[in-house]
């Protein structure tokens, strides 16, 4: 065991947790006032009630001993049977089994938060709490296990997903676009504009989101060395290239950039880099990040009016197609100069390391729409999803939750 990695992950640890809540203000401030509540009371939620469920079992399934195949992890280590303080060679040699279970924690936490932006304003509390709750079982868990679990089919593969682009955001904005669709549009979609209630709240959970992601990549290094630092370089860099982008080409558009863009800019720098961090170098890391606004931009202000859905606050613009993108980029940019133990790219002479990455999007992207659903459907037809219109019209915050953000005085 060593102790300054260890130390080193129970810090990206807790920077991975603040990214939760940073991601409630992102999605809080860009809702109207009236449901602002309801998205930090959803995220914070899935913050209880998936921790409890990775400890329970979801921990067992997806990085507990394969059951065969590669499918799914056994119920092993239900309930951190066999995990305690001692180094798990499997994963991570130098810090304790609790430690790797804990920061793993973090992903299945914020990963099915993500999903939240794109049902935003109508869905009932108690049919999101089930459902997020099978989400996390049926897709999430096994989806860690193909990728990231010892004996995982899409693993020995080679598949490369450094920090989860595909585990995390592919498989999150893809499953929101379902969600979004099923649900249908909001009340007055079609009529009005819906604005942002609170950028400083969206701008201040953007910053608390790039806080946390250095803990979220550099921290998938496992160890406090140079590909941890590799992956902290190039988190920044593509993040900042990113948000520039969307700036300019919003002032190239517009005539003018706005925070609100250059925030959502930023996280689908932090988006792209993520599955790639710990395989790039950092010029190849701003040509991912520069690349992903262009994709973004287009998705979010082109492609969504065009075909008129209504994902809320953009999820799958930024983070399913930013997730795709990134890796793709993965199966282009990697390089075993920057990590011996991953594969050459692409543009490094490895094609089939690029076929690799093109199977893994395309698995885990079907996975994701018909797995979310399925499980849809299933809560849909026992419980209902979606709220009544006279309860989406007062707004959520006061119909599901009976509190209201801002007090008006007289």
């Known amino acids: 065991m ?18 939760t809540p940073g991601l409630a203000f992102f999605y809080g401030g860009m809702a109207r006032r009236k449901n602002v509540l309801s998205l930090l009371m959803q995220c914070f939620i899935i913050m209880c009630v998936i921790g409890l469920q990775w400890v329970l079992f979801g921990y067992s399934l997806a990085f507990g001993p394969d059951a065969g195949h590669g499918i799914i992890g056994s119920l092993k280590w239900m309930g951190l049977a066999g995990v305690g303080g001692a180094p798990n060679p499997d994963y991570a040699g130098t810090i304790p089994h609790y430690v790797f279970m804990m920061f793993q924690m973090m992903f299945a936490v914020i990963t099915p938060a993500l999903i939240v932006g794109a049902f935003a304003e109508r869905i009932k509390f108690s049919s999101f709490l089930v459902f997020i709750v099978l989400w996390a079982t049926f897709v999430y868990d096994p989806l860690a296990h193909w990728v990231w679990g010892v004996g995982g089919w899409l693993r020995e593969l080679g598949a490369l997903d450094f920090a989860g682009g595909i585990v995390v955001h592919f498989s999150s904005g893809t499953s929101a676009l379902v969600m979004a669709l099923l649900l249908g549009k909001r009340v007055g979609y079609d009529k009005h504009t819906f604005r942002p209630h609170n950028v400083p709240f969206t701008v201040l959970g953007a910053a608390l989101l790039w806080f946390g992601w250095f803990g979220f990549n550099a921290g998938s290094a496992l160890a406090a060395d140079g590909l941890s630092a590799n992956a902290f370089v190039t988190t920044y860099v593509a993040a900042a290239a990113a948000g520039l982008t969307w700036a300019l080409i919003e002032w190239q558009q517009h005539g003018g950039a706005t925070v ?126 979606r709220v009544d219109v006279k309860s989406e019209t007062i707004g959520l915050d006061l119909t599901q939750h009976n509190e209201s953000a801002y007090t008006m005085l007289e």
């Open 260 to 385: 609100l863009g250059t925030a959502t800019g930023v996280v689908a720098g932090l988006v792209a880099i993520t599955p790639a961090c710990g395989f790039v170098n950092p010029m190849n890391a701003i040509f991912i990040g520069i690349i992903v606004s262009i994709f973004c931009y287009i998705a979010v202000a082109k492609i969504k009016p065009l075909l008129g859905y209504d994902d809320s606050l953009d999820v799958f613009g930024v983070h399913g197609v930013g997730g795709l993108w990134g890796t793709l980029a993965t199966g282009l940019f990697a390089e075993t100069e920057v990590n011996a133990a991953g594969a050459d790219g692409l543009l490094f002479g490895n094609v089939h390391q690029f076929l690799v990455q093109c199977l893994l999007f395309v698995v885990a992207g079907v996975f994701a729409v018909v797995a979310t659903w399925i499980l849809y459907k299933i809560v849909d037809a026992t419980m209902g999803m």
């Open 2 to 19: 060593n102790s300054g990695d260890t130390a080193w992950i129970l810090i990206c640890t807790a920077l991975v947790f603040i990214m």
